[in-house]
């Protein structure tokens, strides 16, 4: 079975200060982790993706995540935040094993303040 | 760019009744699937699609059917719609298994 956690229901920040939205997941195999963020009355979009090789990922809007295999962490950070990135946030994992859907966890609000 | 888009925004039913939801990508993507999104649950998986006529349950399939008979097209159905089915939907599709998937608005679906 394949799961993820995401401990903060909110994650509140000053503008220019950095961010950090934390993800952990569990899976049978090795993970294929994704971050997700929805903007008000909008669908899911993708932000970044980690398959296979650099633990260090980036992607977009200035947003990288790091992946640590022996803390099953999945971490979403941004060096300086912006009101603009203000939103839902959502984290993602399917292992390379078992089944082919992504399974989400709960969402992080993050509130981006002025 | 993928779109993936959803045939109502919004949509309201009463219980009992037969509801469709239509979705279609235009990327030829082989797999598509369908979420629902309540509050503090973040997005379940009801069903998914990996091909033509193809389907697996999600977590969440009872209550629910689906149908692609189209590569493009995946519909949702609720065949008899009741109150605990108010939910957004979100549709998505994905290249294969490996890659991001690219979501749809979002129909918001109320059922009185």
């Known amino acids: 079975a394949q799961s993820v956690a995401q401990p903060e229901d909110q994650v509140n920040v000053a503008e220019g200060n950095p961010l950090t939205v934390k993800c952990t997941y569990s899976v049978s195999g090795n993970p294929y982790l994704f971050w997700y963020v929805q903007y008000p009355n909008r669908g899911l979009q993708f932000l970044l993706k980690?398959?296979?090789?650099?633990?260090l990922v980036k992607g977009s809007y200035g947003f990288e995540a790091e992946f640590n295999k022996s803390q099953t962490s999945f971490h979403l950070k941004k060096p300086s935040a912006l009101v603009s990135d203000s939103a839902l946030y959502f984290c993602a994992v399917r292992d390379n094993t078992g089944r082919r859907a992504l399974t989400f966890g709960s969402g992080t609000r993050l509130q981006v303040q002025p | 760019d993928v779109k993936v888009t959803q045939s109502s925004r919004y949509l309201v039913k009463r219980t009992g009744e037969k509801v469709f939801l239509e979705c279609v990508q235009d990327m030829d993507h082989e797999n598509m699937f369908w979420y629902r999104q309540d509050p503090g649950l973040g997005l379940r998986l009801i069903y998914f699609s990996y091909d033509v006529k193809m389907k697996e349950k999600g977590d969440i399939p009872e209550g629910y059917s689906v149908s692609r008979e189209k590569k493009e097209r995946f519909s949702l159905i609720l065949e008899s719609a009741s109150t605990n089915q108010t939910s957004m939907y979100l549709c998505a599709s994905s290249r294969d298994n490996y890659n991001e998937q690219f979501f749809g608005p979002g129909t918001r679906l109320t059922v009185l």
């Open positions: 980690y398959i296979t090789g650099d633990n």
